[in-house]
C-alpha cells in the first residue's frame, strides 16, 4: 500500500484535525478523486475490489486500522525499509534508498502514542468501534502488539473483533503463545500474507521459511479467513499454487503491486505475460487478474524514468544489488529474466 506517500500527520491528533484530513473529506464528498486515494481509484478503474468499497461503513469511529511500528522479521523486495526493522539496518549499508539513511530504526505509532489506547476504549464502550485492524511491520513480533491486547483483556474490551495482516512467521513471541490470547476475544480474522510459492517467494521476501508457514498456518488455521498475496515479477510464476487455497474455503485477496514500479509485472515483455495467461487458463480468477491488471500497460512515472526501458533495467540492477548483500541470485530462481539484461 503506497499511503505512506502521503503523510496526514505526525499523530492522530495531527491527523484528526488537520488539514489534510479535512481536505480528502471535502474532496471525497464532491466526487474527486484526491491523490492520497490512488491506489483505490487505480483498482477500482480496472474492476479490482477495494477496502473503500469493501469495508462497511456507519456512524461514529466504527473500524480503525493501526499500524503499531515497523518491526519486522522480513526483507521484502517489493516493500521497502521504512516498513522493516530488519532492512533497515541493511539499508544503512547499501543505501539503495538513500531518504531513508537518516531515519530512526524502529518507528513506534503506540507506545508513544497516549492518545490511541483511550481513543479505542471510549470508542468500544460506548458501540461504535466494532473492528480493529493491525498491521505492521509484522505485528506479531512487536511489544506493541502484546501492549494492545493486554490493554483490551484487562479492561474487558474483548467483543471488538481483531483483523490482522500478518506473515504468519511466529505465534510464540517471547514465549507468550499468542493463541491463548487470542481465545479470549470473540472474533480474530487473519489475512495470511504469501506472495507466491516456491523458491521465488523465499527469494522475494527474504525471511520466509515455507516449512514455518505452512506448520504455523495450521496452528491458526480457525482464524486464518483470508490470503492476501501481492502480485509482482516474483510472485506471478506461482500464483496458481495460491489457487489451491480458494479450494479449501478462503478468501484470496490479489494486491497489485503498482510500486515500486520495478516491481510491476506490467513491466514485463509480451512473451513472458502470454506465457503467463496460458499459465493461468484453467483459473477464472487469475484471468480476471490477468486483463484487468497484468496486462496492462504500465503508467510510468516520469519523475523517476524516462521509459519502460529504464524500469526494465532498474528491475535487474535492484535485484542484483540485493544479491550482493544477501548471497542470493536472481536469475539463478528466475531464468527468464536473462533475457531483460543489457
Not at 514485463?268 to 505475460?273: A, G, I, R, T, V
Not at 499459465?279 to 477464472?284: A, H, L, M, Q
Not at 519502460?308 to 548483500?325: A, C, F, G, P
Request: net charge neutral; proline share 4%; charged share 25%.
Amino acid at each position: 500500500m503506497p499511503s505512506n506517500r502521503f503523510p496526514m500527520g505526525s499523530t492522530l491528533q495531527e491527523y484528526a484535525n488537520g488539514q489534510a484530513l479535512s481536505d480528502l473529506k471535502k474532496a471525497l464528498s464532491s466526487g474527486i478523486k484526491h491523490q492520497n486515494c490512488e491506489w483505490c481509484w487505480k483498482n477500482e478503474e480496472n474492476g479490482l475490489k477495494t477496502h473503500r468499497i469493501k469495508t462497511p461503513r456507519g456512524d461514529g469511529l466504527n473500524s480503525i486500522h493501526i499500524r503499531l511500528n515497523n518491526v519486522c522479521n522480513f526483507k521484502c523486495r517489493m516493500c521497502n525499509p521504512s516498513f522493516s526493522t530488519t532492512w533497515m539496518a541493511e539499508n544503512k549499508k547499501h543505501g539503495y534508498f538513500r531518504f531513508m539513511l537518516d531515519e530512526a530504526t524502529v518507528k513506534d505509532s503506540l507506545l508513544n502514542e497516549d492518545y490511541l489506547l483511550p481513543l479505542l476504549e471510549k470508542n468500544i464502550r460506548n458501540g461504535n468501534l466494532k473492528h480493529i485492524s493491525i498491521s505492521g511491520g509484522e505485528p506479531l513480533i512487536s511489544d506493541a502488539h502484546y501492549t494492545l491486547l493486554n490493554f483490551l483483556i484487562e479492561n474487558k474490551l474483548t467483543n471488538v473483533t481483531l483483523g490482522y495482516s500478518t506473515n504468519l512467521s511466529n505465534l510464540d513471541y517471547k514465549g507468550i503463545d499468542l493463541l491463548s490470547l487470542w481465545d479470549k476475544f470473540d472474533h480474530v480474522n487473519l489475512e495470511a500474507s504469501v506472495d507466491g510459492w516456491g523458491e521465488g517467494v523465499e527469494y522475494s521476501r527474504t525471511g520466509f521459511k515455507r516449512k514455518t508457514f505452512l506448520e504455523n498456518f495450521k496452528r491458526a488455521y480457525r482464524h486464518v479467513q483470508a490470503i492476501n498475496c501481492v502480485v509482482n515479477i516474483y510472485s506471478v510464476w506461482t500464483l496458481p499454487f495460491i489457487e489451491r487455497f480458494r479450494k479449501q474455503g478462503f478468501h484470496i485477496i490479489y494486491s497489485p503491486c503498482y510500486r515500486p514500479q520495478w516491481c510491476n509485472p506490467q513491466i514485463l515483455f509480451q512473451e513472458d505475460k502470454n506465457e503467463l495467461l496460458n499459465t493461468y487458463s484453467s483459473y477464472p480468477k487469475l484471468l480476471e487478474l490477468y486483463e484487468n491488471f497484468i496486462d496492462k500497460e504500465i503508467e510510468i512515472d516520469y519523475n523517476q524514468f524516462k521509459d519502460r526501458t529504464e524500469i526494465v533495467q532498474e528491475m535487474i540492477s535492484y535485484n542484483k544489488l540485493l544479491d550482493s548483500y544477501r548471497s542470493t541470485n536472481f536469475f539463478e530462481i528466475f531464468p527468464q529474466y536473462r533475457k531483460y539484461e543489457t
